[in-house]
């Protein structure tokens, strides 16, 4: 019989981080971005800080509008720290359907890039 998975995400990261602190865990080529476990892992835990600063807690549903960028990942692992739930909005999204799924997720918050495309 398997043993239950009892590591979270988050944990999953601070692993990652102690095992293999050098190896990459982030590229963003675009920005000439590159983090390394332990850079992304403080990266994560920081940005993890500052939603427990806004009031944010676990439980809490966040929402973020947006397309394939470097702080859809932070912000993944940030709220899977601090257990509050990310919900992913569809970019193509007008208003009356980002309206829509706000409030059918209960989000309390929502992170979004500036634009995408006509929205």
Not at 1 to 21: H, K, Y
Not at 94 to 108: F, G, H, P, V
Request: net charge neutral.
């Amino acid at each position: 019989m398997s043993q239950p998975i009892t590591l979270t995400v988050g944990g999953l990261l601070d692993d990652m981080a102690r095992r293999f602190p050098d190896n990459d865990a982030l590229v963003y080529p675009e920005r000439g971005l590159r983090y390394s476990y332990h850079q992304f892992n403080e990266l994560c835990r920081q940005v993890a800080k500052g939603l427990l600063a806004m009031g944010i807690k676990k439980g809490d549903h966040l929402s973020i509008w947006a397309y394939n960028v470097p702080e859809w990942v932070i912000l993944q692992f940030a709220t899977a720290k601090i257990g509050a739930v990310l919900v992913t909005v569809n970019t193509s999204y007008k208003s009356a359907e980002l309206e829509y799924i706000l409030n059918q997720s209960d989000s309390t918050t929502l992170f979004m890039v500036r634009s995408f495309k006509d929205s």
